[in-house]
């Protein structure tokens, strides 16, 4: 199979590929989720290291498990993990072997069973990501919106039949290389293509064209203050209950702040009066479906002032916290208003 020939002299080399392992291979494919490869590799080597097997995932905390994820996103992953290493531990440790069973597990798809399933277990099915659907779509012209539910039935037949019924993972993992490096989107190299002498895309001279697909929605963009409460050499932070960042710590968020003197208000009505307010910076971060367009507040409060529910920690209390990437710049600013505050205070006694 020409495939299967150009795979085995071009395959890309991870610390996730050659295991059948199927712990290994569903945490990877767990990461491997909106996550860039090259990024992912390094997270999972760490995360091994401190879960080796489904067991020790089980018998974690959450935290810890955040924590670890920290910086990879989209943490409902995390969580998901967390919670099928779970079941898989209640049933001794033994993962399921198909796809459709794999499916049943918290925070694995269709794309991710197949994966783990053709991979782990070399069961003959496809592992549809857009990779898979960019290579088949171009490979056979379905020159229709790949997004509508039949489309995407047939494009799943298509790939169904390219599986062998031995080497079915090396095949997935072949038209994910090929997708990622050589049939890519707007600008494919079919020059240097295996399949270019079946492609009908090739053939008809356009294969750029495809797939298609509908123009996604722009982002909302939500004004945000986040508010570093400073008492002392402490600064005050929760954990986020919201479907979004579940889990992880945050700074006081308010949404949708006006002015400096409707966070103040806003302030006011969570019982806090800060004794000195100003703001210190600012940041923006990009989610799927919300952009955060952030002012980033000093608000030094007296004792016994701060809203209901949270934490004070110092420097070093952060770093043992799980925060999100959205807390990046807000949390170095911190950092520094703290260290900041500690050399002024160390003048001031000599």
């Not at 889990?247 to 006006?258: F, M, P």
């Amino acid at each position: 199979m020409d495939l299967l020939g150009w795979y085995d002299q071009n395959r890309r080399v991870f610390a996730f590929r050659g295991t059948r392992d199927p712990y290994r291979v569903w945490v990877s494919e767990i990461m491997l989720q909106q996550t860039r490869t090259e990024t992912a590799e390094g997270y999972y080597i760490r995360f091994l290291e401190l879960f080796p097997d489904v067991s020790a995932l089980a018998r974690a905390p959450e935290e810890q498990v955040l924590k670890a994820w920290e910086g990879l996103g989209y943490y409902s992953r995390a969580r998901n993990l967390h919670k099928a290493a779970k079941i898989v531990a209640e049933r001794g440790g033994v993962f399921p072997h198909t796809a459709a069973e794999l499916a049943a597990l918290p925070g694995i798809g269709p794309y991710t069973a197949a994966a783990i399933a053709s991979i782990a277990f070399d069961e003959p099915v496809p592992a549809m990501d857009g990779n898979l659907s960019r290579v088949l779509s171009r490979l056979h012209l379905v020159d229709e919106d790949i997004t509508v539910p039949s489309v995407r039935r047939r494009l799943y037949e298509l790939g169904r039949a390219l599986m062998p019924e031995r080497r079915a993972s090396d095949v997935n993992q072949a038209l994910m290389d090929l997708g990622a490096t050589i049939c890519l989107p707007g600008t494919p190299d079919c020059p240097a293509c295996p399949l270019r002498r079946h492609c009908r895309a090739f053939a008809e001279g356009e294969p750029e064209a495809l797939p298609l697909m509908p123009q996604k929605k722009p982002p909302k963009e939500v004004p945000l203050a986040v508010v570093l409460l400073r008492r002392g050499g402490s600064i005050f932070v929760t954990r986020r209950n919201e479907a979004l960042l579940k889990g992880l710590y945050v700074y006081l968020l308010i949404e949708n702040a006006q002015s400096p003197e409707d966070v103040l208000k806003r302030l006011k009505a969570l019982g806090v009066r800060p004794a000195a307010f100003k703001e210190i910076g600012q940041a923006r971060h990009v989610f799927t479906h919300r952009v955060w367009q952030m002012r980033i507040y000093l608000a030094d409060v007296p004792d016994g002032e701060a809203p209901a529910e949270g934490l004070w920690v110092s420097a070093e209390g952060m770093d043992a916290l799980p925060f999100p990437t959205a807390m990046r710049a807000a949390k170095a600013l911190a950092k520094e208003q703290l260290q900041g505050q500690r050399i002024g205070a160390q003048k001031r006694s000599e």
